[in-house]
């Protein structure tokens, strides 16, 4: 019986895929959906770019600023998918994100994790399902 699924969002066009198949599940089990955002902050290159701290946490704050804005509207859509729902954003590096996702799926019964669109494919997930599948217990 599923009682908790995570579906990755990501903002691509594979979050209408991702999220219609979890609505899918969601209702036929009445199961609690969380949405999971891992928002990708800019890697600390200050020294190789000459790219000075202010730019650099200007950048941070941006990306922040940005991932603040997708889990709003994510939190919207979820509310229409399905009546139990939350929105869990994590602000991390790029290289974080398989761990991240898996630790976050070790209380879930399901991952929606399906990369259907074009969109997916210029996203690098760095082993995020296989780490996932084997770490996540």
């Not at 994790?113 to 996203?123: C, E, F, Y």
Request: a negative charge; hydrophobic letters at 40%.
């Amino acid at each position: 019986m599923i009682k908790v699924l995570v579906v990755r969002v990501d903002g691509t066009s594979g979050d209408e895929f991702r999220l219609a198949a979890a609505e899918s599940l969601a209702k036929l089990f009445e199961a609690h959906v969380v949405g999971l955002i891992i928002n990708v902050l800019p890697e600390p290159i200050i020294v190789e770019t000459m790219t000075s701290v202010t730019n650099w946490s200007e950048s941070l704050e941006h990306a922040r600023a940005q991932g603040r804005q997708f889990e709003e509207r994510t939190k919207e859509r979820l509310k229409s998918l399905a009546p139990s729902s939350e929105v869990r954003r994590i602000d991390a590096y790029s290289h974080e994100r398989a761990f991240l996702t898996a630790r976050e799926c070790r209380s879930a019964d399901v991952l929606v994790g399906l990369r259907l669109s074009d969109d997916d494919d210029t996203i690098e997930l760095h082993d995020v399902i296989e780490e996932t599948l084997f770490e996540a217990g």
